[in-house]
Protein backbone atom coordinates (compact mmCIF):
# COMPACT_ATOMS: atom_id res chain seq x y z
CA UNK A 1 0.00 0.00 0.00
CA UNK A 2 1.50 3.28 -0.89
CA UNK A 3 0.93 6.62 1.09
CA UNK A 4 -0.48 9.36 0.54
CA UNK A 5 -1.16 13.00 2.57
CA UNK A 6 -4.40 12.69 3.23
CA UNK A 7 -4.74 8.53 3.78
CA UNK A 8 -6.56 6.85 6.87
CA UNK A 9 -6.30 3.38 8.73
CA UNK A 10 -7.50 1.59 11.48
CA UNK A 11 -5.35 -1.23 13.57
CA UNK A 12 -6.08 -3.01 11.17
CA UNK A 13 -4.37 -1.85 8.38
CA UNK A 14 -1.67 0.68 7.18
CA UNK A 15 0.40 2.47 9.46
CA UNK A 16 -2.49 1.33 11.78
CA UNK A 17 -1.17 -2.40 11.31
CA UNK A 18 2.45 -1.13 13.02
CA UNK A 19 1.04 -0.39 15.70
CA UNK A 20 -0.42 -3.84 16.58
CA UNK A 21 2.82 -5.53 15.13
CA UNK A 22 4.64 -3.74 17.73
CA UNK A 23 2.36 -4.49 20.68
CA UNK A 24 2.97 -8.34 19.81
CA UNK A 25 6.69 -8.09 19.61
CA UNK A 26 6.00 -6.23 23.24
CA UNK A 27 3.96 -9.14 24.19
CA UNK A 28 6.65 -11.80 22.94
CA UNK A 29 9.11 -9.60 24.56
CA UNK A 30 7.56 -9.64 28.04
CA UNK A 31 7.42 -13.30 28.28
CA UNK A 32 11.05 -13.58 27.56
CA UNK A 33 13.23 -15.78 29.73
CA UNK A 34 15.19 -12.80 30.55
CA UNK A 35 12.85 -9.83 29.45
CA UNK A 36 13.79 -6.33 29.75
CA UNK A 37 10.59 -5.12 29.59
CA UNK A 38 7.18 -5.58 30.89
CA UNK A 39 3.78 -4.86 29.33
CA UNK A 40 1.57 -6.95 30.27
CA UNK A 41 -0.98 -5.28 28.18
CA UNK A 42 0.08 -5.79 25.03
CA UNK A 43 -1.21 -9.36 24.17
CA UNK A 44 -4.86 -8.90 24.94
CA UNK A 45 -4.60 -5.58 22.85
CA UNK A 46 -3.29 -7.49 19.84
CA UNK A 47 -6.32 -10.47 20.71
CA UNK A 48 -9.04 -7.34 20.50
CA UNK A 49 -7.38 -5.96 17.38
CA UNK A 50 -8.37 -9.16 15.71
CA UNK A 51 -5.89 -9.43 12.83
CA UNK A 52 -5.16 -13.68 12.88
CA UNK A 53 -1.65 -13.53 12.06
CA UNK A 54 -0.32 -11.14 14.64
CA UNK A 55 -2.65 -13.00 17.39
CA UNK A 56 -1.28 -16.55 16.46
CA UNK A 57 2.39 -14.45 17.33
CA UNK A 58 1.44 -13.33 20.77
CA UNK A 59 -0.41 -16.94 21.79
CA UNK A 60 3.10 -18.69 20.40
CA UNK A 61 1.52 -20.17 17.19
CA UNK A 62 3.43 -19.35 15.30
CA UNK A 63 6.60 -22.20 14.85
CA UNK A 64 9.87 -22.11 13.44
CA UNK A 65 8.89 -24.80 11.14
CA UNK A 66 5.80 -22.90 9.50
CA UNK A 67 8.61 -20.35 8.83
CA UNK A 68 10.95 -20.12 5.91
CA UNK A 69 14.77 -20.06 6.70
CA UNK A 70 16.07 -17.50 8.44
CA UNK A 71 12.11 -16.71 9.94
CA UNK A 72 13.06 -17.82 13.40
CA UNK A 73 16.23 -15.36 13.32
CA UNK A 74 13.99 -12.46 12.19
CA UNK A 75 11.17 -12.86 14.81
CA UNK A 76 13.94 -13.00 17.70
CA UNK A 77 15.20 -9.73 15.97
CA UNK A 78 11.91 -7.83 15.54
CA UNK A 79 11.59 -8.80 19.18
CA UNK A 80 14.73 -7.76 20.43
CA UNK A 81 14.83 -4.89 18.28
CA UNK A 82 10.92 -3.81 19.78
CA UNK A 83 12.34 -4.72 23.27
CA UNK A 84 14.92 -2.52 23.31
CA UNK A 85 13.19 0.58 21.86
CA UNK A 86 10.27 0.03 24.56
CA UNK A 87 12.55 -0.26 26.81
CA UNK A 88 14.64 3.11 25.73
CA UNK A 89 11.26 5.39 25.90
CA UNK A 90 10.49 3.67 28.74
CA UNK A 91 13.70 4.68 30.70
CA UNK A 92 13.71 7.99 28.90
CA UNK A 93 9.92 8.36 30.89
CA UNK A 94 10.99 7.24 34.29
CA UNK A 95 14.50 9.67 34.17
CA UNK A 96 11.98 12.55 33.21
CA UNK A 97 9.98 11.67 36.38
CA UNK A 98 13.08 11.80 38.64
CA UNK A 99 14.07 15.66 37.26
CA UNK A 100 10.45 16.35 38.29
CA UNK A 101 8.65 16.52 34.92
CA UNK A 102 5.23 15.66 35.56
CA UNK A 103 3.77 16.39 32.13
CA UNK A 104 4.27 13.57 29.39
CA UNK A 105 2.77 13.89 25.65
CA UNK A 106 2.79 10.54 23.63
CA UNK A 107 2.75 11.69 20.20
CA UNK A 108 0.98 8.78 17.70
CA UNK A 109 0.06 6.76 20.91
CA UNK A 110 -1.52 3.57 19.22
CA UNK A 111 -1.42 0.60 21.26
CA UNK A 112 1.49 2.17 23.75
CA UNK A 113 0.08 1.10 27.82
CA UNK A 114 2.90 3.35 29.44
CA UNK A 115 0.68 5.62 31.24
CA UNK A 116 -1.05 2.32 32.59
CA UNK A 117 1.67 0.11 33.03
CA UNK A 118 4.87 2.50 34.33
CA UNK A 119 5.41 3.73 37.92
CA UNK A 120 4.04 7.31 37.43
CA UNK A 121 5.35 9.71 40.11
CA UNK A 122 2.07 11.30 41.86
CA UNK A 123 0.77 14.26 40.00
CA UNK A 124 2.06 12.75 36.71
CA UNK A 125 -0.42 13.67 33.67
CA UNK A 126 0.13 11.71 30.42
CA UNK A 127 -1.26 12.80 27.01
CA UNK A 128 -1.81 10.67 24.25
CA UNK A 129 -2.56 12.14 20.82
CA UNK A 130 -3.88 9.65 18.30
CA UNK A 131 -6.46 9.38 15.36
CA UNK A 132 -9.73 8.99 17.25
CA UNK A 133 -10.81 5.32 16.13
CA UNK A 134 -7.25 4.22 17.62
CA UNK A 135 -7.78 6.51 21.20
CA UNK A 136 -11.74 4.83 21.35
CA UNK A 137 -10.36 1.49 20.66
CA UNK A 138 -7.94 0.80 23.34
CA UNK A 139 -9.54 3.29 26.01
CA UNK A 140 -12.71 0.52 25.73
CA UNK A 141 -10.25 -2.36 25.63
CA UNK A 142 -8.28 -1.54 28.67
CA UNK A 143 -11.47 -0.41 30.43
CA UNK A 144 -12.96 -4.07 29.18
CA UNK A 145 -9.54 -5.78 31.00
CA UNK A 146 -10.60 -3.72 34.26
CA UNK A 147 -7.48 -1.63 33.86
CA UNK A 148 -6.35 1.71 35.59
CA UNK A 149 -4.35 4.38 34.63
CA UNK A 150 -1.33 4.56 36.77
CA UNK A 151 -0.97 8.61 35.84
CA UNK A 152 -3.77 10.84 35.02
CA UNK A 153 -4.23 9.77 31.67
CA UNK A 154 -6.04 12.11 29.01
CA UNK A 155 -6.55 11.67 25.42
CA UNK A 156 -5.95 13.61 22.47
CA UNK A 157 -8.00 12.50 19.46
CA UNK A 158 -6.70 13.68 16.61
CA UNK A 159 -4.31 13.13 13.50
CA UNK A 160 -1.50 14.54 13.58
CA UNK A 161 -1.77 15.78 10.04
CA UNK A 162 -4.36 18.56 12.11
CA UNK A 163 -4.05 21.21 14.56
CA UNK A 164 -3.00 18.71 17.39
CA UNK A 165 -1.29 21.53 19.50
CA UNK A 166 -4.44 23.24 20.03
CA UNK A 167 -6.63 20.15 20.58
CA UNK A 168 -3.65 19.85 23.30
CA UNK A 169 -4.41 22.88 24.70
CA UNK A 170 -7.96 22.17 24.49
CA UNK A 171 -7.27 19.08 26.66
CA UNK A 172 -5.47 20.94 29.49
CA UNK A 173 -1.62 21.07 28.31
CA UNK A 174 0.26 23.42 30.31
CA UNK A 175 2.56 25.36 28.20
CA UNK A 176 4.54 27.18 31.40
CA UNK A 177 5.31 23.45 32.52
CA UNK A 178 8.20 21.45 31.33
CA UNK A 179 7.29 18.26 29.25
CA UNK A 180 8.26 14.83 28.44
CA UNK A 181 7.77 14.11 24.59
CA UNK A 182 7.75 10.75 22.88
CA UNK A 183 7.89 10.45 18.98
CA UNK A 184 8.49 6.51 19.10
CA UNK A 185 8.72 4.71 15.72
CA UNK A 186 7.02 7.97 14.00
CA UNK A 187 9.14 10.22 11.85
CA UNK A 188 9.44 7.55 8.51
CA UNK A 189 5.81 7.35 8.10
CA UNK A 190 5.85 11.46 8.47
CA UNK A 191 6.57 13.50 4.78
CA UNK A 192 9.95 15.02 5.38
CA UNK A 193 8.41 18.46 5.84
CA UNK A 194 5.79 17.18 8.36
CA UNK A 195 8.66 15.96 10.16
CA UNK A 196 9.96 19.27 10.33
CA UNK A 197 6.41 20.96 11.62
CA UNK A 198 6.34 18.11 14.04
CA UNK A 199 9.80 19.36 15.63
CA UNK A 200 8.47 22.65 15.37
CA UNK A 201 5.11 22.53 17.11
CA UNK A 202 6.97 20.66 20.04
CA UNK A 203 9.34 23.65 20.49
CA UNK A 204 6.66 25.88 20.79
CA UNK A 205 4.75 23.86 22.88
CA UNK A 206 7.81 23.17 25.35
CA UNK A 207 8.97 25.52 28.41
CA UNK A 208 12.38 25.39 29.22
CA UNK A 209 13.71 21.63 30.46
CA UNK A 210 11.53 19.83 28.56
CA UNK A 211 12.52 16.64 27.01
CA UNK A 212 12.21 15.02 24.08
CA UNK A 213 13.15 10.80 22.78
CA UNK A 214 12.54 10.20 19.29
CA UNK A 215 14.94 8.23 16.92
CA UNK A 216 15.70 8.41 13.21
CA UNK A 217 17.21 6.74 10.49
CA UNK A 218 20.77 7.76 9.20
CA UNK A 219 21.73 9.48 5.45
CA UNK A 220 22.47 6.41 3.36
CA UNK A 221 22.01 4.98 -0.19
CA UNK A 222 18.82 3.37 1.30
CA UNK A 223 15.86 5.22 0.33
CA UNK A 224 12.87 5.08 3.03
CA UNK A 225 10.75 3.15 0.33
CA UNK A 226 13.48 0.01 0.30
CA UNK A 227 14.03 0.66 3.97
CA UNK A 228 10.44 -0.46 3.96
CA UNK A 229 11.18 -3.46 1.90
CA UNK A 230 13.45 -4.52 3.99
CA UNK A 231 11.50 -4.06 7.02
CA UNK A 232 8.43 -6.24 5.17
CA UNK A 233 10.47 -8.64 4.06
CA UNK A 234 11.64 -9.51 7.46
CA UNK A 235 7.69 -9.85 8.48
CA UNK A 236 6.95 -11.93 5.60
CA UNK A 237 9.54 -14.36 6.24
CA UNK A 238 8.10 -14.92 9.26
CA UNK A 239 4.94 -15.82 7.91
CA UNK A 240 3.00 -11.99 7.65
CA UNK A 241 0.56 -11.91 5.28
CA UNK A 242 0.35 -7.89 5.41
CA UNK A 243 1.73 -5.71 3.25
CA UNK A 244 3.70 -3.43 5.13
CA UNK A 245 6.31 -2.28 2.47
CA UNK A 246 4.37 1.20 1.12
CA UNK A 247 4.18 2.92 4.79
CA UNK A 248 7.62 4.89 4.79
CA UNK A 249 7.86 8.55 2.86
CA UNK A 250 10.93 9.24 0.51
CA UNK A 251 12.48 12.28 0.05
CA UNK A 252 15.00 14.54 1.79
CA UNK A 253 15.11 15.12 5.28
CA UNK A 254 16.72 17.06 7.42
CA UNK A 255 18.95 15.58 9.97
CA UNK A 256 17.03 15.32 13.54
CA UNK A 257 20.28 15.83 15.70
CA UNK A 258 20.87 19.45 13.61
CA UNK A 259 17.43 20.31 13.18
CA UNK A 260 16.87 20.39 16.87
CA UNK A 261 20.38 21.83 17.88
CA UNK A 262 19.41 24.66 16.03
CA UNK A 263 16.03 24.93 17.76
CA UNK A 264 17.70 25.13 21.33
CA UNK A 265 17.75 21.56 22.23
CA UNK A 266 20.93 19.66 23.99
CA UNK A 267 20.80 16.45 22.25
CA UNK A 268 22.43 13.34 22.92
CA UNK A 269 22.67 10.33 19.96
CA UNK A 270 23.29 6.15 20.47
CA UNK A 271 23.13 3.89 17.60
CA UNK A 272 20.49 1.03 18.13
CA UNK A 273 23.05 -1.45 18.38
CA UNK A 274 24.82 0.09 21.51
CA UNK A 275 21.65 -0.34 22.86
CA UNK A 276 21.56 -3.65 22.47
CA UNK A 277 24.71 -4.37 24.15
CA UNK A 278 23.19 -1.71 27.10
CA UNK A 279 19.97 -3.44 27.67
CA UNK A 280 21.71 -7.14 27.42
CA UNK A 281 21.12 -7.87 23.81
CA UNK A 282 23.20 -9.40 21.07
CA UNK A 283 22.99 -7.56 17.50
CA UNK A 284 23.78 -10.17 14.46
CA UNK A 285 26.38 -9.08 12.96
CA UNK A 286 25.18 -9.08 9.45
CA UNK A 287 25.62 -6.30 6.76
CA UNK A 288 22.48 -7.09 5.70
CA UNK A 289 20.86 -5.35 8.63
CA UNK A 290 23.00 -2.29 8.90
CA UNK A 291 20.02 -0.11 8.47
CA UNK A 292 17.86 -1.77 10.94
CA UNK A 293 21.40 -1.77 13.73
CA UNK A 294 22.04 2.28 12.95
CA UNK A 295 18.87 3.55 13.74
CA UNK A 296 19.57 6.21 16.21
CA UNK A 297 17.93 7.11 19.44
CA UNK A 298 17.76 10.59 20.52
CA UNK A 299 17.03 12.47 23.59
CA UNK A 300 16.94 15.72 24.24
CA UNK A 301 16.80 18.54 26.51
CA UNK A 302 15.25 22.35 25.93
CA UNK A 303 17.47 25.26 27.18
Given at each position: MTRTDQDSWDLASSVGATATMVAAARAVASND??????????????????????RRVVDGEIAASETPDGGERDLQLETDSIAVRTRFFDDFFLNAARDGVRQSVILAAGLDARAYRLSWPNGSVVYEVDQPQVIEFKTSTMSSLGAA????????????????????????????QPTAWSAEGLLMYLPPEAQDRLF?????????????????????????????KQFNDRWSNIGCDIDLSGLFFDGDR???????????????????RELFGEYGRVFPDDDSLAQLRNIVAVSAKLG
Open positions: ANPIINDPFAAPLVRAVGLEFFPAAERRTVSIDLREDWPAALRSSGFDVTDNITELSATGSQLATEYHPESDTTMSERASNVVDYLTGRGWQVHTRPR
